[in-house]
């Protein structure tokens, strides 16, 4: 290797760790998105059926979410502490006029029940899927989330996490695009 | 009180480090300058300081001194002595304490035994050691204090994250940390030599045997680390690919190559160039590794104290010493002369092979790693893991592991593979004899078919550089050079035959019940309660017979922690000299069955002896490399030359020169 | 009287977790009869991203959606689909972000690529000065 090639590969090298670094501060300086994003959004609603979860609601098949009216999708878990926390955002949802279905996540009808009895229970159907098979094929990676719906039964929209206040406005934007 | 002790301690050893970088500079550029008298004295100690600073740590988490922050937040007052004590390490403050204390110790070592190189090389190394070392001592006092209070008191501490209060946490990160740190040496003694234009044989015979050290330290800790992920995750994996892993086999990798490129240079006055790029790149991988387990900024199993601030302020240091140093080097490269020139057959030809080889499983592991990072940037999350790192290193090894069996029966400067002829046929049979019986016999994959060919002959191979000579005037670096290949051998054995021939057993037990596994017979005689002093768990008595043979008892468990609450497994180790069987319990079944986890994995345990081996072999040559120095000291003394075994070495294959004509000779 | 406490802390310590008590999906930890598809299963799995854990597959994780997941793997191998379509289906879900095995895709090249490129490297610096010298 001749000097002046040295020298150049060597300021290359230079080059390469300087962009290296600036994608190390790039990264530092970006709030870091520890979840997954469904991969779903914009597509239809995989073909499923549920049995109900509780007597008090009939179960949730893939059909029922492509009847017209857009919806919101809320996969939950009685033993889910975020689950519990974003309940009276649900109930604002619900008094909005959101059409609130629900699948639940490897739970027992009983916890369910309770749950429900002391969280309140704004959903017309609640789905019971014990081996995360709806959750796996919609793209969810946990519990609880929330997916907006269109009458088509394509989904149109994902929320990760408990649903808090400043939330549910946006919701229900997602809500009315969906219905339009 | 003993906090203060170990802070101020701390902030001394800073000042120390000040006055060293001080006597350094003035040093470095004129040999006759007083000031650098300072540098070795204070080199010294601020080693003696870093550490008594390091035991006021182990002291207050050996008290359990809540007052002290870190220990509220790290430590608990139920928990057992040794994990008490490794508490002081086993988080970010105290990690980093140990870090440069482990350099100030390396600089203060370098700085009392070292005498050969020339003053101002050896000035600019010590300057450059305490610079290196200045920024971490900012980063510790100013960001990362572990000696900081907390008030009020709390009752009792947080404790200690449960995966990590093993015997194997103990032990790993400290064997790890003195081997990432201890490259600083190489680093310092690299851009020593580049700043003082001294890039010689000479210097890479200082260097050679500090790096040796840094180095068996890293093979060990590496090893450790994953016969520690192994147990302790309980799913029988012992490498993953993991971030951190990857962190920890980066500056291995370049380490390796450094020794290697640090013998040709040490030899025959070759690779000037490409040695100090080692020794610039082996520490910059160190803090680069660092830098992602302490940033957050790449998803881990083994992310701890995450904290992007932090990892602002390493990342700042990352940009002054690597970038300073890769600036220094692209400035100054132009006045090293090249080297000795070489035939590719020869024992230089081999080495660079190997390095070439290396540096190349290096940079994909760093791109590999580092990936997911870059397309996080645009907003696409990737994962890279071992379905890609497997088949794209073993480009790079399989190559890699044929010229190391034959590269050490080469000679230097220019060989002919005709004169190596019948050990050539003979590790070649082995291996093509090792592949067909294994391609015919065993269903095996790829590459675990081409791992199991090529640990058989490269352990044929790594004793072959002994034949004809003398056992006993074999020099030790020799015998090391032995051990550490056969030890390569045998790691490779021990993960192709895991992936080849593992069985694996996943059951639901009733208490009775004796399950099948491979040529084991394992009984699930009783499962109950057991407590210890800071968790409760499920233990499954079980009683293993191999082939029929006498029972072996062997108790897993289902732990779970309660300060902080947390559950691991942990597993039953049946071992045998031809491989291990695993057992893990799980939970209870609604019917009343327990879930149990076996594995029978045939020569695993081979993978951690091999790395025993290499970094045995490392021993051994650093110790003939001490004691031929030692006596080469006693020569002089008496006032007779003596040379170093390198050129003996060179020395015994000079026939080479004339046969090579009065054209090559000259060069 | 030592299991007794050991039972009672172990009754205490249990609900601090948010964990379902639901039992595992069937075949969360249950292996395929026919021991060619379980290969491949085990295969496969290796080479899948728990979701819920920190850089672990599904194969070596004992989060409760790891289970599910090995679940799907196996009744769907089981079903006569290969692992390259149940690695298909679960990227059309999760992004290839689910997969340790990366697909040469727009974004994914340069991972190939480079090694290539460097294997192409150091060939030719290793061939030119073997014909330099002899």
Redesign the interface.
Known sequence: MNLTRLRYTLWGIVGLAAALFGLFAYQLSQPKDEFVHSAMIGEPMPAFDLPPAVESRPGLSSADLADGTPKLLNVFASWCIPCAAEAPQLEALERAGANIVAVAIRDRPADVNRFLAIYGNPFTRIGRDDISEVQLSIGSSGVPETFVIDGDGVITYQHIGDIREEHVPILLEELRKAGS | MIAEIGLAALWLSAALAVLQLVGGFFGARDETNELRALVRPAAVLQAVLCVISFLCLVWVFYVTDLSVKLVANNSHSMKPLAFKLSGAWANHEGSMLLWITVMAAAGGLIAFIERRLPERAMMATLGTQAFVGIGFYLFILLASNPFERLSPVPADGNGLNPLLQDMGVSFHPPTLYIGYVGLSVAFSFALGALLTRNVTPEFARVMRPWVLGAWIFLTIGIAAGSYWAYYELGWGGWWFWDPVENASLMPWLAATALLHSASVLAARDALRTWTIMLGVVAFSMSMVGTFLVRSGILTSVHAFAVDPERGSFILALLALYIGGALVVFAMRASTIAEGQRFSITSREGALVVNNVALSAILGIVLLGTLYPLLTEAFDVRVSVGPPYFNPVSAIFLVPMLLVLAVGPLLRWRRDSLARIKWPVIVIVVAILVVLIAAALFAEMSILPLLGIALAAGVGIASFMPLRGRSLRRTPLAIWGMCIAHFGVAVSLFGMAADSAFQQERLVAANVGDTIEIGPWEATLQSISPVAGPNWTAMQADMFYSYEGGPLMEGHPQARSFWAPPGETSEVALITRWNGQLYAAVGNMAEDGRWQLRLWWKPFVTWIWYGGLLIALGGVIALVGRVVSDLRRREAEARGEARPYPDEVEYADYDEVRSIAGPEEAKS | M??L???L??A???P???????????YA???LEDPAQEEQA?ELM??L?C???????I????A??AG??R??VRTRIAAGESPDEIREW?????????????QISS??W??FV??LI??LL?GT??LR??RR??
């Open positions: 030592r299991w406490v050991a039972l802390l172990l205490l310590a249990a601090v977790t948010a964990q379902d008590t639901m039992p595992p999906a069937p930890y249950t292996q085990r290796h080479t991203r979701l819920k854990c920190q850089s672990q597959s194969a070596d994780s004992d409760p959606m599910d997941m679940h799907q679960l990227i059309s879900r999760y992004g290839d972000y689910v997969s340790y095995e990366p974004t994914t340069p991972l480079i090694p460097v294997l150091a610096v290793l000065r073997m010298k002899s």
